[in-house]
């Protein structure tokens, strides 16, 4: 509700108390694996609010770090947990997306890479939607940034990889909204990637497909705002290139 009204202050205030409380807490051996999912969370969730509140990437980004971290040390420590696993691909993607906003592209490229190592790990033993849309957005991010260092058609077979996977979804469950706005979000990056690889003609046709179905998806319900502001008019300017 807070991360609503935009009072990332408050939220920075509420997360710090709640921390210090739950630190004094005694948590049995059997469960400490849980308490570090929320620790995770609450780290995650103070990144972002530092992030918006004013700081930044750099005032986001240790607390991403800490996020993986106890994350990482649950890992150790504790059985095997899915959502622990999920978890850290979400913030491999949050820190990797960071690292690259502070100009920090190796570093970059190295978070995005353990990410889908993780992620390869994680759908050996879990392949539901939401273990997918992890994966899948790290890869996604991954390919962006290869398509910006020129290694475009690496970053092609990667963001293939990614639309494929999402569409494989839809297949199991037609009727889920969700999942068909994740679908069509992923063709523009891979649309302008690309362009970017010199690809124009297979670009367009992408272009074509992705607007075909937003304008699908709108007759069934109204589209998200980001994509309404976003995809579309990107995807508009891409087909007049065309």
Known sequence: LLADEGRWKDIIALLDANTRRTAALTVEHGYGGQRALLEAASENAVGDARYYSGGGASAALPHYRRAIALLDRADARHPPDVRRQIRRVIYHYQLGTTLQELGRDDDALATFDRGQELGRNLLAIE?????????????????????QRGRHEEAVRMATAVTDARRALIDRDPADFDLSVSYLASLRPLAEILVAGRRQREACDIAQRARAGWAALARRSPLPQMIRTGDLPTLEAMLRAC
């Open 127 to 147: 392949d539901g939607p939401a273990a997918s849309r992890a994966v899948s957005a790290v890869a996604l991010a991954h390919a962006k940034l290869l398509s």
